[in-house]
């Protein structure tokens, strides 16, 4: 069977902090190991909200690629490339926008709050509103089962697999599907067409969601079908047709834990940041001057670690030795702010320490950082390609 494909991107919008490393490079990296992984710089999606200071875009792109690969991302496992490189994405935010129902993208959270929330800029254009349905053509384009996002992009998800099932209900019906998809069930061998139409009546008659993972295994494992074939089959199950584009769904990368320097959320407009590549020094200055307990106004005083900022980062980077240390030293004056802030500094500055050692090359070279994504838009262009011959057929614009 072929690898899980995992697909996820970022806008650009400047270097990256230890927010971005924890929330989700972390998971990246993990993931790349697993699965066939396509990461990619969403620089239109960055567009749809910064078309007014384009250079933040352009000044960004690099820098964020070289902070994936400092996180340790692997241009030899994963697939790293930009979106405005590869036309495609365009060409099937196009044609799904051809079937997507404007009640729809009226209807995802995000387009409101965002609305609301950056409510100093225009946002009622028609790109902002095609944000969701851009990036699903994002992820339909790579076949993606599986996208790594927090918790605020589950619904362009969901979305999008809406989108995906629409796609395949109105364009996946080739002429003769059914006798195909019948011929396909003998193609499967042994007992099992029995068993897929056990389950497929199942599904379609009970809707029992245990006989569709059952039935979709079926199909997965059977090594003896063409591709055309399993996808009638997966088709034939679920009275989809035959499927085109790939339903994905969401992996919940767990929230980061990482508060910024002011104990509210990491984030660049608070001026709160740890960036996931700062000079130590630096590194150590940011710690030693940020907010403690604002009871403990003097050294005596004793203090309660959860009015603390620094305490936070004491969750993310520290043992449950040092933990306990700072909960017994802080609430009973034995430990000073100074003292207890220094494991902290040692833990962000031992972390960053392979993450310098693995930008350097890319820092003093940038020619090396232009030939991963000229590589990676390469590897691409080949999978996205596929998609878009599939759906330009589907559509009725494959002429010759
Ligand atoms: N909307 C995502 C964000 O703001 C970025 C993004 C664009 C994305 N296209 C994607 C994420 C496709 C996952 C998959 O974080
Ligand atoms: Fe915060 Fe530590 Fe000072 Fe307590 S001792 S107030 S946890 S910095």
Known sequence: MSKQRVLSGMRPTGR??????????????????????????????????????????????????????????????????????????????????????????????????????????????????????????????????????????????????????RFNHLFGREPGFEDKAKAALKKLGGKRDKLYLELRTRYQQEGDKEALAQGRALIAESQSLANADRERLYGYFDGSGKQILTEPGALLTEASRVVGLDGQKMSKSYGNTIMMREEPEALAKKIKTMPTDTNRVRRTDPGDPARCPVWNFHQVYSSPETREWVQAGCRSAGIGCIECKQPVIDAMVAEQAPMHERAMKYVQNPKLVREVVEHGNERARKVAEETMQDVRAAMGLAYS
């Not at 749809?48 to 692997?74: F, P």
């Not at 060409?91 to 997507?100: A, G, Q």
């Open 16 to 165: 990256l902090h230890i927010g971005h490393y924890h929330g989700a490079l972390k998971n990246w990296v993990r993931l790349q190991d697993e699965m066939a992984c396509f990461f990619f710089v969403a620089d239109w999606h960055a567009l749809t909200t910064a078309y007014d200071d384009v250079q933040v875009i352009e000044n960004s792109v690099w820098d964020m690629v070289i902070d994936w690969l400092a996180a340790g991302v692997d241009p030899e496992k994963a697939t790293v490339f930009i979106q405005s490189r590869l036309p495609q994405h365009a060409e099937l935010h196009v044609l799904l926008s051809m079937m997507t129902p404007l009640g729809w993208l009226e209807r995802v959270p995000t387009y409101k709050d965002q609305q609301e929330k950056l409510s100093g800029k225009d946002l009622a254009t028609y790109g902002f509103l095609g944000y969701p349905l851009l990036q699903s053509a994002d992820i339909l384009l790579y076949q993606a089962n599986h996208v790594p996002v927090g918790e605020d992009q589950v619904p362009h998800i969901e979305f999008t697999r809406e989108v995906a099932r």
